[in-house]
C-alpha cells in the first residue's frame, strides 16, 4: 500500500503531467505561428474593423425569467396535488388564480414584444 | 509508417474541402460543383484546404483574394480552373486546370489535395505581412492594448461604438463589411453593416473599382440574343435551369443541401418539354416545413416601391403582369401569358421562378424552330435586359433600406431571393465604382 504522502504525490505528478500534455495539445491545435491576417475572422475579404467583444442585447433573458416563472409554479404543484384531494374545490381554485396570474404575466410580456427575438 | 502518415491516408480519402470563387462567367459552372460526392464546398476559407478560383477573378480585388487566401487553414493551395478567361488571378496558383469539364477539375482538385497532405506540394505561403492592425502588444495595464473595460485597441483593433437600438438601450453597433467573397452572395457584392446583435441597423452597399472585361456578360444565349438572332427554345431552357440554381443557391441558403442537389442535378439534365419534371419538384419543396418558415414574409418589397426598379420575376412575384416577352409577337404565337404570384416575400419569388421554370420549359417544347428577334424587347431569367441595362443595376439600390432592421439570417435570404447575377454584379465594378442609392 501507498502511504497517504505517497498517494498525495502521485496524484499531483498525475495531475501536472495532464495539465503539460493539455496545454501542449491545445497549442498544437492552436495555430501558433499563424500571421495576424491568418488569425481574423472570416468576413468575406474584408478585415473587421473593430474588435468583436461588443456588448448586445441579450433578448433570451425575458423567455429565461418566464422558464423560471413557470419551473416555480411546478415547485408548488407538487404540495398542492398532495393535499387536492383533502381540500377539493379550493385548492383548485387558488390554483386556478394562481396560473391566471403567471398567464396575465405572459400576456403583458407578450404584448411588450419581450417575445420577439430581433 | 508515422502517425501523421497515417492521417494523411485517411485524410486523403475523405471528400476534399474546397472553398470556390466564381468570376466572370464562371458562376453555373461553381454552382454545379455542389452535386459532385468528392468535393466538399465549404463556406468559409478556415474550413478549407484548396482555393478553387473560377473564370476571371477582377484584378481590383486583389487585396481581398489575399486576406481570403491567408484565411485558409495549412496545408493549403489554390487552383485555377480557367473556363476560358485569360488574365490570371492576382494570386499565385500552382495549379491550373484549363477543361471546362468539370470531372477533369474533380481529379485535379483531388489529386492536388491527396499531393498537399503526403507533402509532395508544398502548403502556399501567406500572403500578407504579419502585422496587427494595429499596435497593441504591451499597452495597458495586462498588455492587452488598452485600458479599462473599452479603451484602446486590444488585439489592435477599436472596441465598438455605442448607439440607440430600438428599446431605448445603448448597445455596441459593430461595423463589418460583407463580400466580395462571402460564400451567399454574388462575388463582388459588398455590403458595410452596422450591427447590433444580429439585427441590422444600417446597411451600405460598396463596390470596389477594378477592370472588368464585360465579356462574362456576353456568354449566356441571352447575351447572344441581344444581338443576334437565338432559338426561343435555347432561351427557355436556359431561363429554367437559372431560374433552378436560383432556387438551389436559396437551397443552400436554407441549409437544405441535399434539396439543392436534386434541383442542380435536374438543372443540368432538362430539356424542352421537361416540364412534369419541375412539378414533381414542386410537390417535394411544398412538402418542405423549413422552406416555408424560412422565407414567409421575408425580403417583403411593397409593390410600389419596385415601381421603375426591378423587372423580371421579383416584380411579378409581387403581383405585377409585367414581361417583355408579352410584347413579343413569337411568344405571343406560342400562346404566353405571364404568370404572377402575390406575396413579394422570398416566398412568393421562389414560388415565382419554380413557376417560371416550368412555363419556360413548357414553352421551349411548343417553340420548335423558332427563333427571338434581336429587335424585340428580351427578357432575361432576371428580367428586363438591354445593352447597358443589366437587371443587377436596377435591383442593387432597392437592398440597403430593404435590409435595414432584419435579423442577419433574414438579410442573406432576402439578398439571395433576389438572384443577383455574378457577372453583372463583377461587369458593374468596371462601369461606376459605387452604385448611387435613392
Not at chain 2, 481529379?107 to 491527396?114: L, M, S
Amino acid at each position: 500500500m501507498l502511504s497517504p504522502l505517497a498517494a498525495a504525490l502521485a496524484v499531483f505528478v498525475c495531475a501536472a503531467i495532464a495539465m503539460v500534455a493539455l496545454r501542449s495539445a491545445s497549442d498544437a491545435i492552436a495555430g501558433v505561428g499563424e500571421t495576424a491576417p491568418e488569425r481574423v475572422p472570416f468576413l468575406g475579404g474584408h478585415s473587421p474593423e473593430v474588435h468583436a467583444w461588443s456588448r448586445f442585447h441579450a433578448r433570451y433573458y425575458v423567455m429565461a425569467l418566464l422558464f423560471l416563472a413557470f419551473d416555480m409554479e411546478m415547485v408548488f404543484m407538487y404540495p398542492w396535488a398532495v393535499v387536492f384531494v383533502r381540500e377539493g374545490g379550493i385548492a383548485l381554485a387558488e390554483m386556478g388564480m394562481f396560473i391566471t396570474i403567471l398567464l396575465v404575466g405572459v400576456l403583458y410580456a407578450w404584448r411588450e414584444r419581450a417575445l420577439r427575438w430581433a | 509508417m508515422g502517425l501523421s502518415a497515417v492521417a494523411s491516408r485517411v485524410a486523403t480519402r475523405a471528400p476534399v474541402p474546397v472553398f470556390p470563387v466564381a468570376g466572370l462567367g464562371a458562376r453555373a459552372a461553381v454552382d454545379d460543383l455542389l452535386v459532385e460526392t468528392r468535393l466538399r464546398i465549404v463556406d468559409t476559407p478556415a474550413a478549407a484546404n484548396v482555393l478553387l478560383l473560377a473564370g476571371d477573378v477582377p484584378s481590383g480585388l486583389a487585396a481581398e483574394l489575399a486576406r481570403l487566401h491567408d484565411g485558409m487553414s495549412r496545408p493549403r493551395t489554390s487552383l485555377w480552373w480557367t473556363l476560358g478567361a485569360s488574365v490570371r488571378p492576382a494570386i499565385r496558383c500552382p495549379t491550373e486546370v484549363r477543361d471546362p469539364d468539370p470531372s477533369i477539375l474533380v481529379d485535379a482538385v483531388v489529386d492536388v489535395h491527396r499531393r498537399l497532405l503526403t507533402g509532395e506540394l508544398a502548403s502556399s505561403y501567406p500572403q500578407l505581412p504579419d502585422e496587427d492592425a494595429a499596435p497593441w502588444r504591451g499597452i495597458g495595464p495586462y498588455g492587452q492594448g488598452g485600458t479599462g473595460m473599452t479603451g484602446g485597441v486590444p488585439y489592435g483593433r477599436p472596441m465598438a461604438e455605442v448607439a440607440p437600438d430600438r428599446d431605448g438601450l445603448r448597445l455596441d453597433q459593430l461595423t463589418v463589411r460583407i463580400g466580395p467573397f462571402f460564400a451567399r452572395f454574388p462575388t463582388g457584392l459588398v455590403l458595410e453593416l452596422r450591427l447590433q446583435g444580429d439585427v441590422v441597423q444600417e446597411a451600405q452597399l460598396a463596390l470596389p473599382a477594378g477592370d472588368v472585361p464585360m465579356s462574362g456578360v456576353a456568354t449566356t444565349p441571352f447575351g447572344d440574343a441581344l444581338g443576334v438572332p437565338v432559338r426561343v427554345s435555347v432561351l427557355e431552357v436556359e431561363r429554367a435551369r437559372s431560374h433552378l440554381r436560383s432556387i438551389a443557391s436559396a437551397l443552400v441558403a436554407h441549409q437544405l443541401g441535399s434539396l439543392a442537389q436534386r434541383v442542380l442535378r435536374l438543372a443540368g439534365k432538362v430539356r424542352p418539354g421537361d416540364d412534369h419534371e419541375i412539378e414533381r419538384l414542386h410537390r417535394v419543396l411544398r412538402r418542405s416545413q423549413v422552406l416555408g418558415w424560412a422565407t414567409t414574409g421575408v425580403g417583403h418589397i411593397a409593390p410600389e416601391r419596385l415601381e421603375g426598379t426591378a423587372s423580371g420575376p421579383i416584380l411579378r412575384a409581387s403581383g405585377v403582369a409585367r414581361d417583355e416577352r408579352a410584347d413579343d409577337p413569337v411568344y405571343g404565337g406560342l400562346g404566353f401569358e405571364p404568370i404572377v404570384h402575390e406575396g413579394s416575400d422570398a416566398r412568393a419569388r421562389l414560388a415565382q421562378r419554380l413557376a417560371e421554370a416550368r412555363q419556360a420549359l413548357e414553352l421551349a417544347g411548343r417553340a420548335g424552330e423558332l427563333d427571338h428577334d434581336p429587335e424585340s424587347p428580351l427578357e432575361s431569367p432576371r428580367g428586363r435586359l438591354a445593352a447597358g441595362d443589366l437587371p443587377a443595376r436596377r435591383v442593387l439600390p432597392l437592398i440597403p433600406s430593404l435590409l435595414e432592421g432584419m435579423e442577419w439570417g433574414d438579410a442573406v435570404s432576402t439578398v439571395v431571393s433576389l438572384d443577383l447575377d455574378t457577372d453583372e454584379v463583377l461587369a458593374l465594378h468596371a462601369t461606376d465604382p459605387k452604385v448611387s442609392v435613392p
